[in-house]
């Protein structure tokens, strides 16, 4: 079941990561258009802006899954093994709730660019596209965000190891 | 409790929940929520400002340099120019007493011009030289705490992702920060290369002795360091000379050394999947950081404390010097416990605003005023302005005066007061910001819990880390008399962008 939802947090990392080097690809290529006179992208500021808010939302899951926060731990290591595990259960229930929290409200956020039917300034594609995706990526935030905590709460309760954190290089 | 009175409490709280191992963007976010619950009486504006909040963070322009430096970071090592970088200074330092640590040294400022983070830079060029040093028979504290003084010149020379969430921040000009951030983090480097002389002299079996190599291969070893002048000339050139935005120059640097690392056949699907989790993982860590300083900072301008912080300080008529100093300690103390981003996403917005309104002195307005008036008669304003008003000028200019603005108008040199100030705020900005970027580093390398030396010793496992200590408090000298030298005199960092 952990490598269910280690391997779906990490296949939306990786689709973050093609969205990135679209966005690299497309500033490049702009910036070519305007340096040579055959005219920059349209607009290349808000592609760049809306695919940036999905590829982050689409990296947080993998970031959860690996344990990839930065945190202070020279004062809780002096804690008990058993106290320590009991913390970070505590700790990723709490992540948990934020994480449900930003993606209730970032689909508010899409509801009421629905409303509007707002658009960008030069491309005038709506910007409801934009929160859809960033929403989509949330929901899985949140999914994988529950299933991470409810490992922790297990591995405290029960002393097994059940998901390794860290990810590769 | 007032507004006030919570914000202040704001900081404590958000203390404990960090030292308890709350993941430190986690915590400013339920400091930041909490904060702005307590303020109106209940959570619905917190909610309300979450709808677009996360969204409009995530979607910052200027921010979306991050990812792509580190992308371009992950690029540079799959095309092997950390070993090129390594190869090309060991050939030509590595026979000198040290020389292959020097080479080291040297290899990590090559690395940092085209890497913007102080852990990768560690990192990847420990793999490189770590077991070279050990071929030569350098003592393996020596090792690792040259390696760990090398990493801090990944963000103290430009690219530097730190310096970038600094400018935002602090509302400054990503290019004029990395332009300030060049002599610095060159003298960073000459510093910890005299260091390394000084301590082979004191300690001789702590280094090897090498033949040095001939001509002909230390020509062919700088060659192949073609490609990240290539990037680095690019991406910082085509900033600093005003070509791209510097998010435009990431993305030219992160394609550019794609393009090496493929033809260098390091790019293959499976290392370009791998760089794609990497970048993720720092990405997504750096962001839910920024989301959580976004958030509490809004908390905390509400609560009116950065303001009256700063008021309170200005009122009180300490002297600046002594507010620098304060400030800059303070940081050396807390880099002993976190990494630098989460330091300066956490103070740089209660200290900017303190900092910004202490007079150091930057700009002196006559001598700012004679100095524009020169250079525009150097550049031929003064043809055709009248004789008798140019002797009027020179007059003033020669006793030391003021010129009114009628006459240097003449000139085309209309500086008021008011724009001499905010050229003074702005120096002021910069400076500090390379000073805290330095101060920074350094808590990073300061034992016994600097991060950087963790992650060196932790790729020697044969040295203790007691070791490390010992060698790293010379590296830790040279950056305290560094900055010593910056406080002192602030044209060291400015003088690139006056």
């Not at chain 2, 028979?137 to 530097?160: D, E, K, Q």
């Not at chain 2, 002909?216 to 990240?228: C, I, L, Y």
């Not at chain 2, 303190?354 to 700009?363: H, T």
Request: one cysteine or more.
């Amino acid at each position: 079941m952990n490598s269910f939802f280690l391997g779906l947090s990490k296949a939306l990392a990786i689709v973050g990561g093609i969205v990135l080097s679209v966005l690299i690809l497309i500033v490049v290529v702009s910036i070519i258009g305007r340096e040579t006179g055959l005219g920059a992208v349209t607009g290349d500021y808000e592609i760049v802006e809306a695919g940036m808010a999905f590829a982050i939302f689409a990296f947080l899951p993998y970031a959860q899954m690996t344990g990839a926060h930065a945190t202070v731990d020279i004062f809780t290591n002096v804690l008990s093994t058993k106290v320590q595990a009991w913390l970070v259960a505590i700790i990723e229930v709490v992540f948990a709730i934020a994480l449900i929290i930003i993606a209730v409200q970032l689909f508010g956020g899409f509801e009421s660019k629905l409303r509007t039917g707002q658009t960008t300034l030069l491309l005038q594609f709506p910007v409801w596209w934009g929160y859809a995706a960033a929403f989509a990526a949330a929901v899985v935030g949140g999914v994988v965000g529950v299933w991470h905590a409810m490992v922790k709460v297990t591995e405290a309760a029960t002393g097994k190891i059940i998901a390794v954190e860290g990810g590769e290089a | 409790m007032t507004n006030i009175e919570i914000g202040l409490w704001s900081f404590p709280a958000l203390l404990v929940l960090i030292f308890l191992r709350v993941p430190i963007g986690l915590a400013m976010f339920i400091a930041g929520f909490a904060g702005l619950g307590l303020i109106n009486g209940g959570f619905d504006i917190a909610l309300a400002r979450l709808k677009t909040e996360t969204y409009t963070t995530f979607s910052s322009y200027s921010l979306s340099i991050v990812p792509m430096f580190l992308l371009m970071g992950h690029f540079a090592t799959l095309g092997g120019m950390s070993t090129s970088l390594f190869k090309a200074a060991e050939s030509w330092l590595g026979h000198r007493k040290g020389g292959v640590a020097m080479a080291s040294i040297g290899a990590c400022a090559g690395f940092g011009a085209i890497c913007g983070s102080s852990l990768a830079t560690a990192a990847t060029m420990g793999r490189v030289a770590l077991p070279e040093l050990k071929r030569y028979g350098y003592a393996g504290g020596f090792s690792t705490a040259t390696l760990a003084a090398g990493g801090t010149l990944g963000i103290l020379i430009p690219p530097s992702v730190v310096l970038v969430i600094y400018a935002i921040l602090a509302e400054q000009n990503i290019a004029k920060l990395f332009a300030a951030a060049i002599v610095p983090g060159l003298l960073a480097a000459v510093g910890y290369i005299i260091v390394i002389s000084i301590y082979v002299r004191l300690f001789p079996k702590s280094a090897g002795v090498r033949p040095p190599v001939p001509m002909s291969e230390r020509f062919r070893a700088m060659f192949d360091v073609w490609p990240v002048l290539l990037v680095f000339g690019l991406v910082v050139g085509g900033i600093y000379g005003g070509l791209f935005t510097p998010t435009e120059g990431a993305a030219v640097g992160a394609l550019g050394t794609a393009i090496i690392a493929f033809f260098n056949g390091g790019l293959t699907l499976q290392s370009l999947l791998g760089s794609f989790t990497a970048t993720a993982r720092s990405t997504a860590m750096i962001f839910f950081i920024v989301l959580g300083a976004a958030f509490y900072n809004g908390f905390l301008a509400v609560s009116q404390v950065p303001q009256t912080a700063a008021a309170w300080v200005t009122e009180q008529g300490y002297s600046p010097y002594t507010v620098l100093i304060i400030i800059l300690v303070f940081y050396l103390l807390l880099g002993c416990l976190m990494d630098s981003l989460s330091m300066i996403l956490l103070t740089i917005p209660i200290f900017y605003p303190i900092i910004s309104v202490l007079d150091f002195g930057m700009v002196d307005f006559v001598s700012m005023q004679h100095g524009m008036i020169r250079d525009a008669i150097a550049s031929g304003a003064a043809e055709g302005v009248a004789q008798d008003v140019m002797d009027q000028i020179n007059a003033l200019m020669a006793a030391g005066q003021e010129v009114p603005r009628q006459l240097s108008g003449e000139l085309g040199v209309r500086l008021t007061e008011l724009r001499a100030n905010a050229l003074g705020v702005e120096y002021t900005a910069i400076w500090f910001g390379i000073l805290v970027l330095i101060v920074v580093e350094t808590g990073l390398i300061t034992p016994p819990v600097g991060m950087i030396l963790f992650i060196i010793n932790a790729m020697d496992r044969q040295t203790p880390i007691v070791e490390t200590y010992k060698a790293v408090m010379f590296f830790i000298t040279s950056d305290l008399i560094r900055v010593a030298l910056l406080v002192a005199f602030p044209a060291i960092t400015l003088f690139l962008i006056t």
